[in-house]
């Protein structure tokens, strides 16, 4: 699976747009992205996956660039409860496994 | 409400004692995955079941056991053997396909003392 790397910390204010950028430059053509957020003490939450489209959800949107090689998470009005550490991840769509290579994160810290 | 339950969220044990870790889905998932995570770091995969009667090691197995009796539950036990046990364990589950987006559970935190 390919690597991911994730800026360790950022800061939003309240009710604005947090944009959170993954790099993953080494993706291959068959490779999802993924992410998933964790908030302190709990287990992982699953937010939006794509492969080449844009996508949205209730939650979020994921913007993936057309080389696929980066990535943005966008939380459109960030509220003190989406504080929280924002997992990145790349897995294939190939294999009947769905190993999920976990890094380090970005720790996304939303102020009144 | 369909989820993972995992107990219990605290859990105490002596060095040297073998400790069991529940974990019950409702979901009807398929496959079933424990990680470990340790302060300030990503988790990483222990044990993985795609199906009942069968599981494979993820890549820190050593020190651990599982076994996946009932598609609804897959307990994992921490032996003696493992060096580090301290940590927080969190038992995630999916259906099965390549895309499938995983469901966790809301972890135990083991302390050996």
């Known amino acids: 699976d390919a690597k991911t790397t994730q800026p360790p910390s950022m800061d939003c204010a309240e009710g604005r747009a947090a944009n959170l950028p993954c790099n993953h430059s080494t993706i291959s053509g068959n490779e999802y992205v993924y992410w998933y957020r964790q908030i302190h003490s709990q287990g992982p939450q699953y937010i939006i996956h794509g492969l080449k489209n844009n996508e949205t959800n209730e939650m979020a949107s994921l913007i993936i660039t057309e080389d696929r090689k980066s990535s943005t998470l966008i939380l459109p009005h960030a509220t003190l409860r989406d504080t929280a550490v924002y997992y990145c991840?790349?897995?294939?769509?190939?294999?009947?496994?769905?190993?999920?290579?976990f890094g380090t994160g970005t720790r996304l810290l939303v102020s009144p | 409400d369909g989820g993972i339950t995992q107990s219990p969220k605290y859990l105490f044990r002596k060095e040297g004692q073998n400790v069991t870790l529940s974990c019950e889905q409702n979901?009807?998932?398929?496959?079933m995955y424990w990680y470990r995570q340790d302060p300030g770091q990503g988790l990483r995969l222990i044990y993985y079941s795609q199906i009942v009667n069968d599981f494979q090691k993820g890549d820190i197995a050593e020190g651990y056991s599982v076994s996946r009796e009932k598609k609804e539950s897959f307990p994992l036990t921490v032996t003696s053997a493992q060096k580090n046990p301290t940590a927080f364990y969190l038992c995630?589950?999916?259906?099965?396909?390549?895309?499938?987006?995983?469901?966790f559970g809301p972890g135990t935190r083991l302390t050996v003392l």
């Open positions: 991840i790349v897995r294939s769509m190939n294999t009947g496994f769905q190993k999920l290579v």
């Open positions: 979901l009807n998932h398929d496959a």
């Open positions: 995630a589950s999916s259906t099965s396909g390549a895309a499938n987006e995983q469901f």
